[in-house]
T-cell receptor
Framework: EVQLVESGGGLVQPGGSLRLSCAAS????????MSWVRQAPGKGLEWVSV???????YYADSVKGRFTISRDNSKNTLYLQMNSLRAEDTAVYYC??????????????????WGQGTLATVSS | SSELTQDPAVSVALGQTVRITCQGD??????ASWYQQKPGQAPVLVIY???NRPSGIPDRFSGSSSGNTASLTITGAQAEDEADYYC????????????FGTGTKVTVL
């Protein structure tokens, strides 16, 4: 059974740092396309970052240069290092497993499994 | 980044049909996926690709696409379908970036 369990959220002051973890079971993180998605209180979903199986990483403009996505293959765990945090980074952060499907004229991706989320609050 | 626009809210009578739309330039080239989110819960995938349902998703959920608009249709809405729904697709500003729609609150009357 595929499971994703996030941890590491909490209260941090503006300008501080947090590292979120997403422990996976039932599949291998390093063989999959993995993303972080966040949701500010009362707001919609916002895509944050992705790491491909090959190790390439990409970020939303809102977090580029401040957040780093990584993984530990030995622990089968995904991470999100968040630095220089701002009040607007306050959100529930979800990790999600992505799938990429290649078809004749292109490809598409989707997120088939999600964790339960961890809340990061940036406030003084 | 590009945008995917959804109507903020729609309502449907129990057992009737509702269509939720998602508009954006990237949808002319890329399929959308759709997610259901109930209060306090993580999103759940309901439709992906041209019109595919994951295991366990009822066949009353279906997807379609035309031009710059992707649609999620619930045929015979049930009380348990009341939730927020989000589309997701590739961000047209970058091959590897993703973007979510603004979300639609579905109320079943």
């Amino acid at each position: 059974e595929v499971q994703l369990v996030e941890s590491g959220g909490g209260l941090v002051q503006p300008g501080g740092s947090l590292r979120l973890s997403c422990a996976a079971s039932g599949f291998t993180v390093s063989s999959n396309y993995m993303s972080w998605v966040r949701q500010a209180p009362g707001k919609g979903l916002e895509w944050v970052s992705v790491i491909y199986s090959g190790g390439s990483t990409y970020y939303a403009d809102s977090v580029k240069g401040r957040f780093t996505i990584s993984r530990d293959n030995s622990k089968n765990t995904l991470y999100l290092q968040m630095n220089s945090l701002r009040a607007e980074d306050t959100a529930v952060y979800y990790c999600a497993r992505g799938r990429i499907v290649d078809y004749g004229s292109g490809s598409y991706a989707y997120f088939d499994y999600w964790g339960q989320g961890t809340l990061a609050t940036v406030s003084s | 980044s590009s945008e995917l626009t959804q109507d903020p809210a729609v309502s449907v009578a129990l057992g009737q049909t509702v269509r939720i739309t998602c508009q954006g330039d990237s949808l002319r080239s890329y399929y959308a996926s759709w997610y259901q989110q109930k209060p306090g819960q993580a999103p759940v995938l309901v439709i992906y690709g041209k019109n595919n349902r994951p295991s366990g998703i009822p066949d009353r959920f279906s997807g379609s696409s035309s031009g710059n608009t992707a649609s999620l249709t619930i045929t015979g809405a049930q009380a348990e379908d009341e939730a927020d729904y989000y589309c997701n697709s590739r961000d047209s500003s970058g091959d590897h970036l993703r973007v979510f729609g603004t979300g639609t609150k579905v109320t079943v009357l």
